[in-house]
């Protein structure tokens, strides 16, 4: 399948699909995404009736005694193009002139019938169909055109790396992205415009993320919600380039200037403190340099429990800084993954698996970011401890001689047992 990115829009454009034909963008304003249409001699364009599934019989023929040689079809190439050039001519005419000169259209089986069909009508009808920019066309349009401008990032591998990092509206994640804006399309995708997005640039050039603009996202989706920073705005002792004269200037150019001068000031300065806040929930990283030291770099505004995800096409880039993770106590129950799928042709009697597909999606490094304190304790064992009595001893003991210690222990009732009454009553379930 061809899969192209068109920007439609209401000013008189013609959309050229190559062999497929041309037609004017402004008929398909105004109609839903997901129909299939026809472009006809006059460059409009009809839609199509949606294909629908028809069960096929079984017979008792097979196709080991076809061969497809030469004279298997008597229809020229020349004798088809002059029909493609007839008015009045369909291509479903010539379709159908094929499968009746065919020699061995009747020896086929009915499912090879069907992809004779198929391959006919992909190669003469001069047919498409609109999708709706969805993360997962878009991820799919570019894994397909150019995987290596998404780093290989295949679409359940994205799906992966949002449900690992908890992306939902009103989360604060951090990106550093590498793959055209793919990762951060996808979190303004799940975020609606609420939350916050900061992606994290190599340069100071406006930020290439081609990817945001395909997803046909609202302004108010965007405004408020993107920001980015590059790596010197980063560091807290990096001092602007520049910077707003202190005198008051003179002209009304001048003044002009310096105002926006100081707007722009303004606006890194409240980027970058909001940056060293901290407290983001998480960090997705697919970039080219070493994820180990990126992550190292943004750790100290992560909060607690913020998930880590890091994206990689080689498995052993990941295994090296797993390996680091694994020495350090705030970096909790480090795992590699690698998410594989598989599509299906689902059609009665001829469901199985596509024949052709990726090797794989890239490889996922998850982790979660916890606080490095040697007293911290889980809360079961702290009301454990808390519940059960201190020894007391000659010197602390404050009773009166020769009267027996008191206790808060019923008659009968050991420490032990006491300790595991309570523990078993905090943890019933009182119902009526």
């Not at 399948?1 to 497929?20: A, C, N, V």
């Not at 909790?332 to 596509?354: D, N």
């Amino acid at each position: 399948e061809d899969f192209r990115s068109i920007q439609i829009t209401e000013k008189p454009t013609r959309i050229h699909l190559g062999k497929f034909g041309s037609f004017a963008g402004k008929h398909l304003i105004g109609h839903p995404f997901g129909l299939s249409y026809e472009i006809l001699g006059d460059a409009s364009i009809k839609a199509r009736q949606p294909d629908t599934m028809v069960d096929l019989e079984d017979t008792s023929a097979t196709n080991e005694l076809i061969n497809d040689g030469k004279f298997v079809q008597p229809l020229t190439f020349d004798e088809i193009e002059t029909l493609k050039r007839t008015p009045g001519v369909h291509s479903s005419d010539i379709i159908k002139l094929q499968i009746a000169q065919n020699a061995n259209y009747e020896l086929k089986t009915e499912y090879s019938k069907e992809k004779y069909k198929k391959r006919k009508e992909a190669k003469f009808l001069q047919g498409f169909a609109v999708l709706e920019p969805t993360m997962f066309n878009i991820c799919e349009y570019w894994f397909a055109k150019d995987p290596q401008r998404i780093r290989g990032i295949r679409s359940e591998t994205l799906a992966q790396m949002m449900s690992f990092a908890n992306i939902r509206p009103g989360s604060r994640i951090l990106v550093v992205d590498d793959a055209g804006g793919l990762l951060v399309a996808s979190c303004l995708d799940r975020l609606g415009g609420e939350g916050r997005v900061f992606a994290i640039l190599d340069n100071d050039a406006p930020p290439p993320f081609h990817i945001v603009d395909q997803l046909n996202l609202d302004p108010d989706e965007i405004n408020g919600v993107f920001s980015t920073l590059n790596w010197a705005e980063v560091e807290e002792d990096y001092t602007p380039i520049e910077q707003v004269e202190p005198t008051a200037p003179t002209s009304q150019n001048n003044r002009h200037r310096r105002l926006k001068r100081q707007t722009r000031a303004e606006e890194l300065r409240s980027r970058r403190e909001e940056l060293w806040a901290g407290e983001w929930d998480a960090l997705l990283i697919a970039t080219e340099y070493e994820p180990f030291a990126v992550s190292e770099k943004l750790f100290p505004y992560l909060g607690g429990s913020a998930g880590i995800i890091i994206h990689s096409p080689y498995v052993q880039i990941l295994a090296n800084v797993h390996q680091k993770m694994r020495t350090r106590r705030e970096y909790l129950s480090p795992s590699i993954t690698e998410a594989w799928h598989r599509q299906y042709q689902v059609l009665p009697g001829r469901t199985h698996p596509m024949m052709n597909t990726s090797g794989s999606g890239g490889y996922l490094l998850s982790v979660t970011k916890v606080y490095d304190d040697a007293t911290a304790n889980s809360v079961n064992a702290r009301r454990r401890n808390d519940k059960t009595p201190k020894p007391s001893t000659d010197t602390e003991s404050t009773d009166t001689p020769g009267e027996p210690i008191k206790t808060d222990n019923p008659v009968g009732e050991s420490t032990v047992e006491r300790t595991i009454n309570d523990d078993l009553m905090d943890d019933a379930i009182v119902s009526d």
